[in-house]
């Protein structure tokens, strides 16, 4: 996702790295063309959850930050996006705030659609989403912040409302555990394999077998 998502920005003019980076997707999706996400059912993983992360100041031509963001139900993925911020932030918790900002409006979204397809379970209580800045958490929470934050667009406060109504709780995690991560950056195909599985992502050959 996030390769794609950098990709893109250079369809007008791709230069022969851009080419050489996009085969490499290919190949990439060719030999990973087994694997799956397995949903399981009845494992006590029926609420949504959410992670939430951004790139500080990723991009080295506008310096703008990547915001990614991914929500599990039933065991698996349901929904991710990797993303390039509208604006340039002053620093990493303005960037993770706004990322999660993206977040929780598309939180608001999926718990519509899975009410209206009688999920209704899975959102009865407020829905956790995990941020591993605990300074963009206190942020969602504390109006007195606002002098360190007034630079930020009004349109991103609206996830104080959110919090304050219970419809989301923003909540800590390490970096280490944060699944939205793969969306935000390159990483070492060992960190990769980390998140890709915990994801969801595994062999459905080996799956069907196993069952």
Same mark, same amino acid.
């Given at each position: 996702?996030?390769?794609?998502?950098?990709?893109?920005? %250079?369809?007008?003019?791709?230069?022969?790295?851009?080419?050489?980076?996009? *085969?490499? =997707?290919?190949?990439?999706?060719?030999?990973?063309?087994?694997?799956?996400?397995?949903?399981?059912?009845?494992?006590?993983?029926?609420?949504?959850?959410?992670?939430?992360? &951004?790139?500080?100041?990723?991009?080295?031509?506008?310096?703008? !930050?990547? !915001?990614?963001?991914? %929500?599990?139900?039933?065991?698996?993925?349901?929904?991710?996006?990797? *993303?390039?911020?509208?604006?340039?932030?002053?620093?990493?918790?303005?960037?993770? %705030?706004?990322?999660?900002?993206?977040?929780?409006?598309?939180? =608001?979204?999926?718990?519509?659609?899975?009410? &209206?397809?009688?999920? !209704?379970?899975?959102?009865?209580? *407020?829905?956790?989403?995990?941020?591993?800045?605990?300074?963009?958490?206190?942020?969602?929470?504390?109006?007195?912040?606002?002098?360190?934050?007034?630079?930020?667009?009004?349109?991103?406060? %609206?996830?104080?409302?959110?919090?304050?109504?219970?419809?989301?709780?923003?909540?800590?995690?390490? &970096?280490?555990?944060?699944?939205?991560?793969?969306?935000?950056?390159?990483?070492?195909?060992? &960190?990769?394999?980390?998140?890709?599985?915990?994801?969801?992502?595994?062999?459905?050959?080996?799956?069907?077998?196993?069952?």
């Amino acid at each position: 996702m996030y390769t794609v998502c950098l990709l893109s920005r %250079f369809m007008e003019s791709p230069t022969r790295q851009h080419l050489l980076a996009a *085969k490499r =997707v290919l190949r990439y999706l060719k030999g990973s063309a087994d694997s799956g996400i397995w949903y399981r059912k009845g494992d006590g993983e029926d609420q949504l959850l959410g992670y939430t992360d &951004s790139d500080y100041a990723g991009d080295v031509d506008d310096r703008r !930050s990547t !915001s990614g963001y991914v %929500f599990f139900l039933a065991g698996g993925a349901v929904s991710w996006a990797s *993303k390039k911020q509208p604006i340039v932030t002053l620093s990493t918790t303005e960037a993770e %705030f706004i990322a999660a900002a993206y977040c929780v409006a598309h939180c =608001v979204w999926l718990r519509r659609i899975l009410e &209206s397809v009688g999920w !209704s379970s899975s959102v009865a209580e *407020k829905t956790t989403i995990l941020c591993d800045n605990s300074s963009a958490i206190k942020l969602s929470r504390n109006p007195v912040l606002h002098g360190r934050s007034k630079h930020i667009d009004v349109r991103f406060h %609206f996830i104080r409302e959110l919090v304050k109504e219970g419809v989301v709780e923003l909540e800590y995690c390490r &970096s280490e555990e944060q699944v939205a991560d793969i969306m935000t950056k390159a990483l070492k195909l060992e &960190s990769f394999q980390i998140l890709r599985s915990k994801l969801g992502v595994c062999d459905l050959a080996e799956v069907c077998r196993a069952v």
